[in-house]
């Protein structure tokens, strides 16, 4: 099976996996309801249930896609939004919105946790980077203990924000830094689309580029590519996209290390295919998760970062170990 | 020589490199003329490694003075893509190993010649497929580089700074890794390319008696400036040698009449 036909597959089975996932849930809806006017089956399924698969998908499709590019960018398979600290510093944007929005009243409309989440995810990055760089080259280990670093001393400033904050805005922060796809402003939803759309379009015009990157900073030079600029530009596109699916749905873990990972060892390493294949399976796979967190202790839901959490913690070990063993990452 | 022949390609004046206060390179002059060979030699830490990377406009750190000119232009007016369609590169052996298959990876060379959505078109594939057959790693295209051999992926370097069909091929001493049998394998490939497909050629190597196999020109680099530059025999005179690497040489008739050669006392 050739790479194109494997990816078409992949792209042909996300879709109807996660097309699917909005006709269960509490009570199961059948397609047929949906061509009866009026029925009350159709009303959920349009008002509540789609927009929340299509906002799942479009998170999931923004987080593993930032997944590919941060691993291409550190050329280390263990770099996601989460252990770079991206989304601890998103979080700590978006609490500081919270808590402010309670005390000053900021009246920012829907770009104010947007806005608030992507300076912490910015920030994060910066810091990140600046370390791993002062150290000299790109050491995997010292990126690594930089993002944890960064992650402990974020997620303690997000419990100061949420020690400092109203009983009222600390639940609020707590339940969003869990990751839910639950309560979501369907305009909040237009924002998340032009995010990620325009960011995986940008992205898949520098696919080029960036297996270039993956092979090497001076070798992709000395092949034309303006190194500096593109690892700017995907940086940019990558944080980006974190801070919009975090300010929307919170920190939602695992999902940049395992999508990008499960299509690496399908297609391989061109990202001409890579960047396709993880907006979709990236977007299928937290539909899915989505669907498990309502489903698991109906009617009550599980909040989805923990679905993704209890999945990914053992594949990053698995990941770690079967490194081990020919010691080498990638 | 004839005037065609002796077109320079590259030239190369008062070219200085710094990092802090740290002097890399100092006042270095050279030239390269077209289908030329130039050795360069020096002891470690010479600048010969940085010298090449300035010349490929790579350092991102540290302050280049001086004059550079690649087919009579200034480098610093060239694209990064114009550069990379004038200038190939094969970088020093040994570090990350890219984690694709021969084939893909001699493909991406064609990225000096892409658009943003273009797709491959038969001119990648054939220069692709070309520079496979001219190193002989046609049948291990669909290999990854990390389950070669060190002399075979060294190879695949090679053929993917071949697909890029630039005028003018820096290498960073590609043989260091290798064994005698696999090092002359590759120094007859590279002096064939030279002379057969007329590849000028700027090759940093530790092994003294390439260049004067390879024949053209050396330059000698010493704590980074220049201690000579002429044609490879004036290596086999004088002290240059001895005064670049503070050691003795001795210089020898090759028993099987492969002219001179020169060995470390």
């Not at chain 1, 997620?155 to 400092?164: C, G, P």
């Not at chain 2, 086999?236 to 001795?250: D, I, K, P, T, Y």
């Amino acid at each position: 099976m050739t790479p194109k036909l494997k990816l078409f597959i992949l792209i042909l089975a996300s879709l109807i996996a996660a097309a699917a996932c909005p006709f269960f849930g509490l009570s199961h809806i059948s397609p047929e309801s949906l061509t009866i006017p009026d029925h009350p089956d159709a009303e959920v399924f349009w008002r509540l249930r789609a927009p929340r698969a299509a906002a799942a998908f479009l998170a999931g499709a923004g987080l593993s896609m930032s997944g590919l590019i941060f691993q291409a960018l550190f050329r280390n398979p263990l770099a996601t939004p989460f252990t770079l600290g991206v989304s601890s510093g998103a979080s700590l944007g978006a609490s500081v919105y919270f808590w402010l929005g309670g005390i000053v009243l900021v009246r920012t409309g829907s770009l104010g946790p947007l806005a608030s989440a992507l300076a912490g995810a910015g920030l994060s990055m910066f810091l990140v980077w600046s370390v791993t760089r002062a150290r000299g080259g790109f050491s995997t280990s010292v990126m690594l203990l930089a993002g944890v670093v960064i992650n402990f001393f974020f997620s303690s400033l997000v419990l100061f924000v949420q020690y400092l904050s109203d009983s009222h805005d600390s639940l609020r922060i707590m339940h969003w830094l869990m990751g839910s796809l639950a309560g979501l402003e369907t305009a909040r939803l237009a924002d998340l689309a032009f995010v990620v759309l325009f960011g995986g379009l940008i992205v898949s015009l520098m696919a080029k580029e960036i297996d270039l990157l993956t092979a090497g900073e001076e070798l992709a030079a000395s092949r034309g590519v303006q190194v500096k600029l593109l690892k700017l530009k995907i940086f940019l596109v990558a944080s980006i996209m974190v801070g919009a699916v975090v300010s929307l749905s919170g920190p939602i873990g695992f999902v940049g290390l395992m999508a990008p990972h499960a299509c690496r060892l399908m297609l391989g390493w061109s990202h001409r295919l890579l960047v396709p294949a993880t907006f979709f399976a990236g977007g299928a796979f937290l539909t899915l998760c989505d669907l498990a967190s309502r489903l698991v202790l109906a009617p009550a839901e599980v909040p989805i970062g923990i679905v993704t959490a209890l999945l990914g913690g053992p594949f990053f070990l698995w990941i770690l170990f079967r490194a081990g063993s020919d010691g080498d990452l990638f | 020589m004839t005037a065609a022949s002796s077109k320079t390609v590259l030239s190369v004046q008062g070219l200085s490199y710094s990092i802090g206060a740290a002097q890399i390179l100092v006042d270095v002059d050279f030239s390269a003329e077209e289908g030329g060979f130039v050795s360069v030699v020096g002891p470690n830490g010479a600048g010969k490694s940085t010298l090449l990377r300035c010349l490929m406009r790579l350092p991102e750190r540290g302050r280049t003075r001086g004059r550079v000119e690649a087919a009579g232009r200034p480098l610093e007016q060239y694209s990064q893509k114009e550069l990379a369609r004038l200038i190939s590169y094969v970088p020093q052996a040994g570090g990350w190993i890219p984690p694709f298959t021969v084939g893909e990876f001699v493909l991406l060379s064609r990225f000096p010649y892409a658009t943003a959505v273009s797709s491959l078109a038969e001119s990648d594939r054939r220069a692709a497929e070309r520079a496979l057959e001219l190193t002989g790693l046609t049948a291990l295209a669909k290999r990854p580089l990390k389950n070669l051999s060190g002399g075979e992926r060294q190879k695949a370097f090679l053929a993917a700074a071949l697909a890029q069909e630039a005028q003018v091929m820096l290498l960073d001493e590609p043989a260091s890794f290798l064994d005698p049998r696999h090092a002359a394998e590759l120094a007859g490939l590279l002096r064939a390319l030279n002379r057969e497909e007329g590849l000028t050629m700027i090759m940093v190597t530790h092994d003294l008696n390439h260049p004067l196999r390879a024949g053209g020109h050396a330059l000698v680099l010493a704590e980074g400036r220049r201690r000579y530059f002429g044609p490879v025999e004036g290596l086999l005179e004088g002290s240059v040698l001895e005064e670049a690497f503070r050691h003795n040489f001795v210089r020898l008739d090759h028993p099987n009449g492969l002219g001179r050669v020169i060995l470390p006392e």
